[in-house]
């Protein structure tokens, strides 16, 4: 534990330090970077390497008259440190010439501090050995975040995104606190035991501490905060709250499960038909969206429903005592949590690019960005393949593992045909809506022609900020190529959970990764074959440059090509119950008509509803209780001596 440690004090240094040296603005980034790049390279490997031989790594210190600090490293906290520290590494590097404002050098020294603390906090939170310490943590973690994604605080939305976060983050805190009162007051220890509470009593913990974290992770419809915090931070935030931050939450219904030894079907039922849920009105939302950083936001959500699927087939698979079904639902569940943390931070990086050379987050607004920055346009494709789910890449393997073992409960019972079913269909929905979505971003955003003034004249000029895309774009590749490695390291992952299964059993379905990686070898060697021929058959040759071809238009303009919208106009129609669409059109009227506009966004009927339900009755009943802050001391003294009154009589 000392390298963990050494680590996190290197990283939570680098935040102090820049702190003190925002006057020598330079000087600060390249000290403050240095050291969080350092101290993640630490973590890095030194989680990797206690993933790959996992051991019992503890370390623990008192406090408040015999409380406790308690840390422990086992596979699945491991697993997760090494998707933690690989993000934050680049996310850091990126940010180096992201934030290159001397202008606002004591802000970007702030925001350096406190993801500094956001680093450490979530690599506390996923080794956490007791209740105390894991809420002491995870406050820390909520905290650091809601004050990253408030960097534009002069922005009125961004400080509204700030406080709904801040809002859902602690009213999520509030289940999980309450879960874990009910493991206290049954146990009377802090420490993370159940073995005395009854099956009813753990039900009703793991679906509290669900609610809890789910609201982190952003499932449906828990998921308001999302589409507004993501697009409010930094970009290299961004992929840091969407590529890791989020998946605390998923730790943390892997976690709980496995400390209430909950083998009951309706657990899994319930975490496999939310995941389908949240998985389709994930991608649906995000096919609706014309703000770049938006649409990848909600494909959070989409990608969370992914891993709940796998860990709900996991669920089912041990309450119907299918140790191949289990184990394959849970490796696929956490290896997409390594694959998307990987490509989704591409993708909001590569979109903080767009954003930072363009001045727009409009994907209607761009166009034909690909011709001056191919570096960014070629890893954002390979990202977006990714996250479709298509070889020959990582999102492909993780997503295949949770196939197959939807497929091993089609042959039992009625109720786990039923839930393999429901996932089989689920995960192909949202296979064919996230391709949509991409090929929407890809095409409109990269291809054709600028649309606007703000897409044309860019460059690509990023120095720090390419390298961790072109990194990330490989680690896509390499997963894909090599399957085998990643799955095994999941595989180390899911015995941590003490369910005691034999992997040999899994050996048929791991030979399935060679053939995969034979593959996915053939495929890129021919595609490399072609280019090769390609650039020979041009050599010495003139190529010329124009217009993207008109389709038959004698003088074809940008106006002609598709928007965000029209693009996905057809596939929104069908899902227009859950996706109202909300269109600003201004009726033509008179023989010479003025300027009209048109502008169209799609509603989230969960945000719609629960502002109606329950935020607008919320704030009413707040307003109602106005009269109490009326500005006395005297009367402030007496709230609180009533309060102590009240509970030194019930306590």
């Known amino acids: 534990m000392d390298l963990f440690i050494f680590a ?47 051991g019992d790594y503890a370390v623990a210190m008192s406090f408040l008259n015999g409380s406790s600090l308690a840390f422990t490293i086992d596979g699945l906290s491991a697993f997760f440190l090494v998707a933690i520290y690989a993000i934050c590494l680049l996310a850091a590097l990126y940010s180096f010439h992201y934030l290159d404002n001397p202008e606002k050098a004591l802000r970007v020294a702030t925001s350096t501090l406190f993801f500094s603390l956001l680093i450490v906090s979530m690599a506390l939170v996923v080794t956490a050995g007791n209740i105390l310490t894991f809420m002491l943590a995870w406050e820390i973690m909520s905290l650091s975040s809601f004050f990253l994604v408030i960097y534009d605080y002069q922005s009125a939305e961004n400080r509204r995104a700030g406080f709904l976060y801040f809002v859902f983050s602690h009213v999520g805190a509030m289940f999980i606190i309450a879960g874990f009162g009910l493991i206290f007051g049954h146990t009377g220890s802090f420490e993370f035991t159940a073995a005395t509470l009854t099956a009813p009593v753990k039900t009703t913990v793991f679906v509290l501490c669900f609610i809890g974290f789910g609201s982190k992770a952003g499932i449906f419809p828990f998921h308001i905060w999302l589409p507004h915090a993501h697009p409010a931070a930094p970009s290299h935030i961004s992929a840091v709250m969407s590529g890791v931050m989020i998946k605390t939450g998923i730790y943390g219904i892997i976690r709980i499960y496995s400390i209430l030894d909950l083998h009951s079907m309706l657990v899994g039922e319930i975490v496999l038909v939310t995941g389908i849920v949240s998985g389709i009105m994930g991608v649906v939302y995000a096919l609706g969206q014309n703000d770049l950083k938006r649409l990848l936001a909600y494909c959070s959500v989409e990608n969370i429903g992914i891993i709940l699927i796998g860990i709900g087939i996991g669920m089912i698979g041990v309450a119907a005592d299918q140790p191949i079904m289990a184990m394959l639902g849970f490796s696929g569940g956490l290896l997409h949590v390594l694959n998307h943390s990987i490509f989704k931070s591409l993708l909001f990086m590569g979109a903080g690019i767009v954003i930072k050379k363009t001045g727009s987050r409009s994907i209607s607004a761009l166009g034909g960005l690909i011709k001056n920055m191919r570096i ?65 971003v890809v095409g409109v ?60 059993a899994l050996e048929p379905f791991l030979k399935i990764t060679t053939h995969i990686s034979l593959a996915a070898a053939l495929f890129l060697g021919v595609l490399a074959l072609i280019v090769l021929l390609r650039l020979l058959a041009y050599k010495g040759k003139p190529v010329s440059r124009s217009g993207t071809w008109g389709c038959g238009f004698t003088q074809p303009t940008a106006k002609m090509q598709y928007t965000s919208y029209s693009y996905a106009a057809s596939i929104l129609e069908f899902f227009k119950p859950v996706a109202p669409l909300n269109e600003d059109h201004p009726a033509i009227k008179g023989r010479f008509p003025g300027k009209t506009h048109y502008a169209s966004r799609v509603d989230d009927i969960a945000e719609l509803h629960l502002g109606t339900v329950i935020i607008r009755p919320i704030l009413w009943l707040f307003d109602q209780l106005r009269w109490i802050q009326h500005g006395d001391i005297h009367l402030y003294i007496g709230y609180i001596l009533l309060a102590i009154v009240v509970l030194l009589f019930f306590v």
């Open 376 to 440: 960014t346009g070629i890893t954002f494709l390979i990202g977006s393949v990714a996250i479709s789910g298509l070889p020959p890449f990582n999102g492909f393997i993780s997503e295949l593992f949770i196939y197959l073992g939807s497929f091993r409960g089609v042959a039992l019972n009625q109720t786990t045909l039923v839930m393999s079913v429901l996932a089989i269909i689920g995960l192909a929905v949202i296979g064919g809506l996230a391709l949509a979505t991409f090929s929407k």
């Open 445 to 504: 955003v990269f291809q054709g022609e600028p649309r606007t003034a703000a897409a044309t004249n860019v460059d690509e000029q990023g120095g720090t900020m390419l390298p961790p895309l072109v990194a990330l774009a490989a680690a896509c590749g390499f997963i894909g190529l090599f399957p085998r490695i990643f799955v095994l390291l999941s595989l180390k992952a899911v015995d941590a959970l003490g369910l005691g299964y034999d992997q040999t």
């Open 8 to 54: 996190n004090l290197i990283i939570a240094a680098g935040g102090i330090i820049a702190l003190f040296t925002w006057k020598q603005f330079n000087l600060m980034k390249t000290i403050s970077v240095a050291a969080l790049v350092s101290g993640c390279l630490i973590g890095f490997f030194d989680s990797l390497s206690k993933l790959v031989k996992p």
